[in-house]
C-alpha cells in the first residue's frame, strides 16, 4: 500500500473552512483515498474515500489532483466537535481484507 | 443495531497474566481486525480474519492469538500479558462487497502492571 504524508498539525477557527492536505505520490492506479477522524478516546470514523473524482457527503468533501498524487479533505464549516486527529490512508478497494495502514495523522484544533 | 461492540472497556492485568477481549459484531460483516494503539501513535493491525475459520496476522502479531468460530465474534486473546501490551485495543469490521469501509468499536483499556 502506498505511503502518506499529512502535517502533524493545523488550525483553525471556528465556522471556516478546514482544509486538511495529503500526500500519497506513490498511488497506483487500484487505491483509493480514505478519510478517517479519531476523536480522543475513541474509535476511528469514517469519513469520506474516493479513487480519482472529487467526492462529498454530508460531512465532508474530497479533492484528489490530476495526478492523484495529493489530496485534500475539506470540512466546509468547522465546528469544535471537528477536533480530532485526522487519518489519510491509501488502500486498494477490492482485495483489501479489512486492513488499514495509520501513518501519525493531522492533529486539527478547531478554536472558537 | 448496536455496530461493533467490544467487552471489557477497561482492564487491569498483572504480568503474565492470560486475558481474552471480546468483539461482536451484528452487521453480518465478513471481515474482522483488531488493532492495538500506543500513546500518540497511530493504529497498528494486530491480526485480521476474512470470514469464519480464516485469521491471519498483521503487523504487530505477537503475544496474541485470535480465532473466528462465528461471523458475528472475534476475540482476541492475550497468552501471557506483558507491560508492553499496555495499550488502547480496538475491534473493526467490514463488508466488502461494494465497499470496505471500516467500522470501529469505542476501544478496550488494558493495563499490564
Known amino acids: 500500500d502506498a505511503k502518506t504524508t499529512q502535517p502533524p498539525s493545523m488550525d483553525c477557527a471556528e465556522g471556516r473552512a478546514a482544509n486538511l492536505p495529503c500526500n500519497h505520490s506513490?498511488?497506483?492506479?487500484?487505491?483509493?483515498v480514505y478519510w478517517y477522524r479519531q476523536i480522543h478516546s475513541q474509535g476511528p470514523q469514517y469519513i469520506i474515500h474516493?479513487?480519482?473524482n472529487n467526492e462529498t457527503n454530508e460531512m465532508a468533501s474530497l479533492i484528489i489532483t490530476e495526478d492523484r498524487k495529493s489530496s485534500t479533505l475539506i470540512l466546509p464549516h468547522a465546528t469544535l466537535r471537528d477536533t480530532a486527529v485526522y487519518y489519510c490512508?491509501?488502500?486498494?478497494?477490492?482485495?483489501?481484507?479489512?486492513?488499514?495502514?495509520f501513518g501519525q495523522g493531522t492533529t486539527l484544533q478547531v478554536k472558537p | 443495531n448496536a455496530g461493533v461492540t467490544q467487552t471489557p472497556k477497561f482492564q487491569v492485568l498483572k504480568t503474565g497474566q492470560s486475558m481474552t477481549l471480546q468483539c461482536a459484531q451484528d452487521?453480518?460483516?465478513?471481515?474482522m481486525s483488531w488493532y492495538r494503539q500506543d500513546p500518540g501513535m497511530g493504529l497498528r493491525l494486530i491480526h485480521y480474519?476474512?470470514?469464519?475459520?480464516?485469521?491471519d496476522q498483521g503487523e504487530v502479531p505477537n503475544g496474541y492469538n485470535v480465532s473466528r468460530s462465528t461471523t458475528e465474534d472475534f476475540p482476541l486473546r492475550l497468552l501471557s500479558a506483558a507491560p508492553s501490551q499496555t495499550s488502547v485495543y480496538f475491534c473493526?469490521?467490514?463488508?466488502?462487497?461494494?465497499?470496505?469501509?471500516?467500522?470501529f468499536g469505542e476501544g478496550s483499556w488494558l493495563t499490564v502492571v
Open positions: 452487521m453480518n460483516h465478513e471481515y
Open positions: 480474519s476474512v470470514g469464519a475459520g480464516i485469521t
Open positions: 490512508i491509501v488502500t486498494p478497494q477490492t482485495g483489501n481484507t479489512g486492513k488499514l495502514i
Open positions: 506513490t498511488i497506483s492506479g487500484n487505491e483509493y
Open positions: 474516493g479513487l480519482k
Open positions: 473493526a469490521s467490514s463488508y466488502t462487497r461494494g465497499g470496505n469501509t471500516i467500522y
